[in-house]
Nanobody, 126 residues
């Protein structure tokens, strides 16, 4: 079993940068693909991005493409989300999760993921 803990959230002004981190414990996540999701008040959980374990390929939601970057450090058992030029509409609780690899689910679907963190709040002011 793996435990995920997100950190780095807070209040940021639109246009500035913020870096979120997801630290795993319990076992290595180096062989797992990982995802980031977010949930704003009154809205459903929304896909942000995905990173594979090998080849380090990434995919992003159109809403964040070109502004957010996912990376990982398998030596530290961590995954990061670099948020550049955030907008007020990026305000949400951000979650990382382990991809179970069930190919019958698209990577953008929360059902594909397991071992969610508790989330970290990001608030972007205008």
């Amino acid at each position: 079993q793996v435990r995920l803990v997100e950190s780095g959230g807070g209040l940021v002004q639109a246009g500035n940068s913020l870096r979120l981190s997801c630290a795993a414990s319990g076992r290595s996540i180096s062989s797992d693909a990982m995802g980031w999701f977010r949930q704003a008040p009154g809205k459903e959980r929304e896909f942000v991005g995905h990173i594979t374990s090998s080849l380090v390929m990434t995919w992003y939601a159109d809403s964040v493409k070109g502004r957010f970057t996912i990376s990982r450090d398998n030596t530290k058992n961590t995954e990061d989300l670099q948020m550049n030029s955030p907008k007020p509409e990026d305000t949400a609780v951000y979650y990382c999760a382990v991809d179970r690899g069930q190919i019958n689910f698209a990577i953008s679907l929360a059902d594909r993921y397991d071992y969610w963190g508790q989330g970290t709040q990001v608030t972007v002011s205008s």
